[in-house]
């Protein structure tokens, strides 16, 4: 069974570094790659990036490029997304989920929830 | 960036209903589309991409057409668990972007 797990919910402070992991099971983990999606409260869905887990290549979006950091360690069949500067606008939840090189995501994590506030 | 816009934003529907959401990207962009489908406190879960194509698991009353600029997807026949919010995403080149949802409510 396909799954990626996500870790738990976040409360951090402005300012402060985090990393969010996601961990996939039940497929090659190197044969597709991992896109994360943020939902601030309330609002839609935002794609921030992807990963391809068998060569680290990336590809952001540039409304985020800069302010977060996609990285995976295949060993452990596991994605990250990191911020080393979080700000109150990162109060979201975020999403990985399982994606073809053609784009579309089929699987996807429950989502963790990051909460900054001081 | 593509952008994408979604019709209605909101829609009123009931139980064996047709319902059709409309979605328009800025530019052409081939059949790179995907539908999404998210229910309150859940992660979307995918219905359709390139633009047609019924994901495995999904009921057939969902379907998607269109091409280039303007997209549609249709449920045939409104079941009480469709009522959700639906996104479309565009596949087409980076970034990729989604359109702004449309809730579909109980009438």
């Known amino acids: 069974e396909v799954q990626l797990v996500q870790s738990g919910a976040e409360v951090k402070k402005p300012g402060e570094s985090l990393r969010i992991s996601c961990r996939g099971s039940?497929?090659?983990?190197?044969?597709?790659?991992i896109n994360w999606v943020r939902q601030m409260p309330g609002k839609g869905l935002e794609w921030m990036g992807r990963i391809d887990p068998s060569d680290a290549y990336t590809n952001y979006s540039p409304s985020f490029q800069g302010h977060v950091t996609i990285s995976t360690d295949k060993s452990i069949t596991t994605a990250y997304l990191q911020w080393t500067g979080l700000r109150a606008s990162d109060t979201a939840i975020y999403y990985c989920?399982?994606?073809?090189?053609?784009?579309?995501?089929?699987?996807w994590g429950q989502g963790t929830l990051v909460t900054v506030s001081s | 960036d593509i952008q994408l816009t979604q019709s209605p934003s909101f829609l009123s529907a009931s139980v064996g209903d047709r319902v059709t959401i409309t979605c328009r990207a800025s530019q052409g962009i081939s059949s790179y589309l995907a539908w999404y489908q998210q229910q309150p406190g859940k992660a979307p879960k995918l219905l359709i991409y390139a633009a047609s194509t019924l994901q495995s698991g999904v009921p057939s009353r969902f379907s998607g057409s269109g091409s280039g600029t303007e997209f549609t997807l249709t449920i045939s026949s409104l079941q009480p668990e469709d009522f959700a919010t639906y996104y479309c995403l565009q596949l087409n080149s980076y970034p990729y972007t989604f359109g702004q949802g449309t809730k579909l409510e109980i009438k």
């Open positions: 039940g497929y090659s983990f190197t044969s597709y790659w």
């Open positions: 989920a399982r994606g073809y090189s053609s784009g579309w995501s089929d699987f």
